[in-house]
């Protein structure tokens, strides 16, 4: 296996006498970037769970602040303030996280995490369980850049984005699954989120670097365009489409209760439903981990918020609960699929991770939002118009998402056949 902090001569051929020239350009194993072993993709993997916990564990989190005296409203604040402090960390620590500085970054974050939320679990007062939540959210907050980063220093960022959501969606449901068992308590939900922290902090030493030729130096023969401006332009569209698209998705995701209210679906049924719908998530990224990069990015990413849009706009036209339930689960299926190929594509723009980092940042920052948007729409205008709009969202984003995708496969193509630099 190919050593975790292996410079670019780990990528070279390894039979024969060294390869220079064209035919070293034309060989796949020209790739500077790092193949995909136990140990960093291990450390990729958890430090992204651990960036994530907060948000797979917020109606957990609710209950253990309502335990503390929290009313829904107060601890739903402390919840948002905790996720934008970790979106925010996120994107203000992008840059170092592509850099030399990345391990150091993530370690630094994610022992303050578990400072934090360790004070949570044991400290029993209401101010301390807002301050833990607040201060381990920015904590995490490092690891979602550098998880997000270090995707991009791997091969085939498909598969790799996939394994990524594959294995946190596995994870999560293992958790979730425990607390049945260990009950719901300020210490077993502050406990959790400052083990999972520690996890990532024990793995942290094998977080990929950034390869050491991580520019696509012939992109401007590649593209026939200066690279730095396409790909600069194409990193910042992909910053602005996926949080929107992010944004309408989960609005549809949270307001699932009411909608299923509205056509008179049991809360049972609707229990079963989001199941269902989790299970068909895991499925869409299976998808992308079998197939890698064979499947390309732009078509399916076209095909999928088509399918997507199509979906959402058929939640406001149904008032049948059983048509609703199964375009819900069809919804988060394709949701995972795009979510996939959204972080490959950031991540095949600059290996070093310069997109690929703050891409869940911004995510977030729109996610946090989404209940709010969801209530204010449904409020204002009723569930027919609210689908509509959040349909039309995905429909929008076809076209600079293919855009955006071609340039990420062409910079991935110019950066494995010109390592070299110059």
Excluded: C
Excluded at 99 to 125: D, E, H, M, N, T
């Amino acid at each position: 296996m190919t050593p975790n902090n292996a410079g670019p001569t780990a990528a070279a051929p390894r039979t024969g006498s060294p390869i220079s020239g064209p035919a070293a350009a034309a060989s796949p194993q020209a790739d500077p970037r790092f193949k995909l072993n136990a140990r960093n993709g291990s450390a990729t993997f958890i430090v992204a769970l651990a960036s994530l916990m907060m948000a797979n564990l917020a109606p957990h989190i609710l209950t253990a602040l309502g335990s503390l005296g929290f009313d829904p409203i107060a601890g739903g604040n402390v919840l948002t303030w905790a996720l934008l402090a970790s979106a925010l960390v996120g994107l203000a620590s992008s840059r170092l996280a592509s850099g030399k500085l990345r391990r150091p970054l993530a370690a630094a974050g994610l022992l303050l995490a578990v400072i934090a939320f360790g004070a949570g679990a044991f400290i029993a007062s209401p101010a301390v369980a807002a301050a833990a939540l607040v201060v381990g959210g920015a904590g995490v907050g490092t690891a979602i850049s550098t998880s997000g980063a270090a995707i991009a220093a791997l091969r085939n960022p498909n598969r790799v984005s996939a394994a990524s959501g594959l294995t946190n969606r596995i994870l999560i449901t293992i958790v979730l699954a425990a607390f049945p068992i260990i009950g719901i308590s300020q210490l077993s939900v502050f406990a959790v989120l400052a083990l999972i922290s520690l996890a990532g902090l024990a793995l942290v030493a094998w977080l990929p670097n950034s390869p050491e030729h991580a520019a696509p130096v012939d992109v401007t023969t590649t593209l026939k365009i200066a690279a730095p401006r396409r790909i600069t332009f194409a990193g910042i569209a992909v910053l602005v489409v996926f949080a929107l698209w992010g944004t309408s998705e989960d609005a549809i995701w949270t307001m699932a209760p009411v909608l299923g209210d509205a056509v008179g679906a049991s809360e049972q049924a609707l229990g079963f439903t989001l199941s269902l719908a989790a299970a068909g998530g895991i499925l869409g990224m299976l998808i992308v981990t079998i197939a890698g990069d064979r499947i390309g990015r732009a078509l399916p990413l076209a095909i999928a918020l088509v399918l997507g849009g199509a979906a959402k706009i058929g939640i406001g036209l149904t008032d049948d609960a059983f048509t609703l339930l199964a375009l819900i689960i069809v919804v988060n299926a394709v949701y995972a699929f795009a979510f996939s190929l959204f972080i490959a594509t950031a991540a095949g723009l600059d290996a070093r991770g310069r997109w690929s980092g703050p891409l869940l940042g911004a995510y977030l920052v729109g996610s946090s939002f989404a209940p709010l948007i969801g209530s204010i729409f449904i409020e204002a205008l009723g569930v027919p118009l609210f689908t509509l709009i959040m349909g039309l969202v995905s429909f929008a984003a076809i076209i600079p998402t293919v855009a955006i995708a071609r340039v990420s496969m062409g910079a991935e193509r110019a950066l494995a056949r010109y390592p070299q630099g110059e």
